[in-house]
């Protein structure tokens, strides 16, 4: 709800105004004297003020609300401020318009006018508001950004600007974090950042890609294993809890972690506390546990295959991570890092704004490698093994060429749309367009 102020040395003309605005939903303050008012600006929270030029019995000059206005304007420089005015100072009104005050009205005002003008205003004003407050909170993030330890990472995207404040934000605690996001999108450099930016960042940091180990030896990576545990192993292993003792270990692709080893990691999880495979000693350890996956674990708990007590544990803050292809705006920074800087031509920025990188970031990087393989500044589309854009040949295409060219890449859009020079949505819209069955 707008607040307004009405100053105005008549109780009347404050009785009249405010009876108006606050059946049309406005909260009113009023005040018979400046000094009044302007302890009230000075307060904060006003969006209009609506003031008389005089305040003083017999008097007419409008030095008064001269006065008023430059004082109220020194507190609030954007408040917008409604002049009434007798018709002796219209003059007045208008040389203060001139200097920013937002209108004039002269008595005896048209409430009708009135109320539109004050409505509009206390709606430019909350919009005026919101953009500061947005401005604010961009310079803030932006701020927080440059004060922490970024581990090299690329963020021009709003989507990854807000992922690594979170993943900043979460750092500074000790609590279980799990990141979530597609295959190759960055959730490592994620981790990277939260440990980077917590008090553990001069400990261990250890990492576990789960999906490139065998589920056989899982358990044994994790907790460790003692001689004769399982076939072929004839020295104790240290798992890589106790090799994170005092620190960090990033568990990637969670998912895979059979149900056994899940057991063992909430018991770790809740008492800090467990047993190498072969051994019946307790070990005790000081570790905080970062999660990543790309698997849908609410789908797996449905299906028996993930503990929903260990899903909830390792959750208790998630950071979510979008595909390349919701985050543009990193595309072209990410490869200048990744070519130090080499000239690209202008076709070879659309195409790589075009692709949609299913691979994500880890697909552009190997891109880039490519291209500073295969070619030379300034680096074309080809050396990407990207197609240069070709606006108009979406709308050439024939049903024949893109029957042809499904065929040929065995009903792989992707790789269709490549060939074509299009991308996977204008592959799609003319496969609608023709009703080509897939």
């Not at 200097?99 to 709606?123: C, H, V």
Request: with cysteine; net charge negative; hydrophobic share 40%.
């Amino acid at each position: 709800m707008s607040k307004i102020l009405v100053v105005d040395d008549n109780q009347a003309v404050i009785d009249s105004i405010t009876l108006m605005l606050e059946l049309n939903d406005f909260e009113v303050v009023g005040c018979e004297s400046p000094d009044a008012a302007k302890a009230v600006v000075a307060g904060g929270g006003i969006d209009v003020v609506v003031q008389d030029m005089n305040f003083t019995a017999n008097t007419t000059s409008g030095e008064e609300g001269v006065a008023l206005f430059g004082e109220l304007r020194s507190i609030e420089p954007d408040l917008p401020i409604i002049l009434l005015t007798a018709w002796a100072d219209i003059e007045t009104a208008v040389s203060l318009v001139q200097k920013g005050a937002a209108d004039y009205m002269a008595k005896p005002w048209d409430d009708t006018k009135l109320l539109t003008t004050i409505r509009n205003l206390s709606e430019m004003r909350a919009l005026q508001q919101q953009n500061q407050a947005l401005q604010a909170n961009v310079s803030e993030s932006r701020s927080l950004l440059d004060q922490a330890d970024l581990c090299d990472t690329v963020a021009e995207s709003p989507a990854m600007i807000s992922s690594i404040q979170l993943a900043i934000k979460v750092a500074k605690s000790d609590v279980p974090v799990m990141i979530v996001g597609p295959n190759g999108a960055g959730k490592e450099q994620i981790a990277n950042i939260v440990q980077a930016n917590s008090p553990r960042k001069d400990k261990p940091f250890v990492k576990v890609n789960m999906g490139a180990l065998p589920a056989e030896l899982l358990e044994a990576e994790l907790f460790g294993a003692e001689p004769g545990a399982y076939t072929g192993l004839n020295k104790k292993r240290i798992g890589r809890f106790e090799q994170a003792d005092g620190g960090t270990l990033f568990l990637d692709e969670i998912g895979n972690l059979p149900l056994e080893g899940q057991a063992k990691l909430l018991r770790v999880l809740q008492s800090q506390q467990f047993e190498p495979l072969g051994s019946h000693h307790t070990k005790q350890v000081d570790v905080r546990v970062i999660t990543a996956t790309n698997a849908d674990l609410e789908t797996m708990i449905a299906q028996g295959r993930f503990r929903e007590d260990l899903y909830y544990r390792i959750n208790v803050i998630d950071i979510p991570l979008k595909p390349l292809t919701e985050r543009k705006g990193d595309i072209l920074p990410l490869v200048a890092q990744f070519t130090d800087n080499a000239k690209l031509s202008a076709d070879t920025k659309q195409a790589l704004q075009n692709h949609d990188w299913p691979g994500n970031v880890r697909e552009l990087q190997n891109a880039c490698k490519r291209a500073l393989i295969m070619g030379e500044p300034p680096l074309q589309p080809d050396d990407f093994n990207l197609s240069a854009p070709q606006a108009a040949t979406e709308h050439q295409l024939t049903e024949a060429q893109i029957k042809d060219a499904l065929e040929r890449h065995q009903g792989v859009i992707a790789k269709a749309a490549r060939s074509l020079g299009i991308t996977r949505q204008s592959l799609y819209r003319r496969i609608d367009k023709f009703g080509i069955s897939l």
